[in-house]
């Protein structure tokens, strides 16, 4: 069972906007930042969402994270077909003093 | 451009051991934090290891201390995850993980699998 929670899947249309959410602890995400991973089909996975709400060099303002008490959010609006991925928060957790994932959510655009 | 390229990986009995390596290239190894992250077949992703910079500040995920060890050669610019008593459950691919400027890890390597099975 993850430290983590996340909805298993999520789907939107081309150029809807899609949300996905994060459920976590005072340990991990109230305490510190939340990141987003994006792992297309078959590669490693790629950081999209760093420190709650700030998007590396090249990555698209498509995409956006918030976060609130013990619960975070990545939004994909005007959503593509290459968004289709594996979607993975993440935060260091200081009681068990490592990093936790949650379990990962694939959206899919239909 | 940073490259991480990880390798090592292969079938392994139960019981046995491995070790893979990161060789790290186009930024200062000896600046950042590294990590070793996994990820079983059909599975989601799970952190496994991290080591400060220096090399002094190490952490373990419970499900592997006391059987991998991770260490880097700030040297030769590469990192390494020492693997012993393999289990089954180990059976993944391990990528490692440039750290950012902060918790995160903002560059992968591209993984290496390893199997451990009979």
């Known amino acids: 069972q993850s430290v983590l929670t996340q909805p298993p899947s999520a789907s939107g249309t081309p150029g809807q906007r899609v949300t996905i959410s994060c459920s976590g602890s005072?340990?991990?995400?109230?305490?510190?930042?939340l990141n987003w991973y994006q792992q297309l089909p078959g590669t490693a996975p790629k950081l999209l969402i760093y420190?709650?709400?700030q998007r590396p060099s090249g990555v698209p303002d498509r995409f956006s994270g918030s976060k609130s008490g013990t619960s975070a959010s990545l939004a994909i609006s005007g959503l593509q077909s290459e968004d289709e991925a594996d979607y993975y928060c993440s935060a260091w957790d200081d009681s068990l003093d490592g990093y936790v994932f949650g379990p990962g959510t694939k959206v899919t655009v239909l | 451009e940073v490259q991480l390229v990880d390798s090592g990986g292969g079938l392994v009995q139960p019981g046995g051991s491995l070790r893979l390596s990161c060789a790290a290239s186009?930024?200062?190894?000896?600046?950042?934090?590294m990590s070793w992250v996994r990820q079983a077949p059909g599975e989601g992703l799970e952190w496994v290891s991290a080591i400060s910079p220096g090399g002094v500040s190490i952490y373990y995920a419970d499900s592997v201390k006391g059987r991998f060890t991770i260490s880097r050669d700030n040297s030769k610019n590469t990192l390494y995850l020492q693997m012993h008593s393999l289990r089954a459950e180990d059976t993944a691919i391990y990528y490692c993980?440039?750290?950012?400027?902060?918790?995160?890890?903002?560059?992968w390597g591209q993984g290496t699998l390893v199997t451990v099975s009979s």
């Open positions: 186009g930024f200062t190894f000896t600046t950042y934090a």
């Open positions: 420190s709650n709400n």
């Open positions: 993980a440039k750290h950012g400027m902060g918790k995160h890890f903002d560059n």
């Open positions: 005072s340990s991990n995400i109230v305490s510190n930042s």
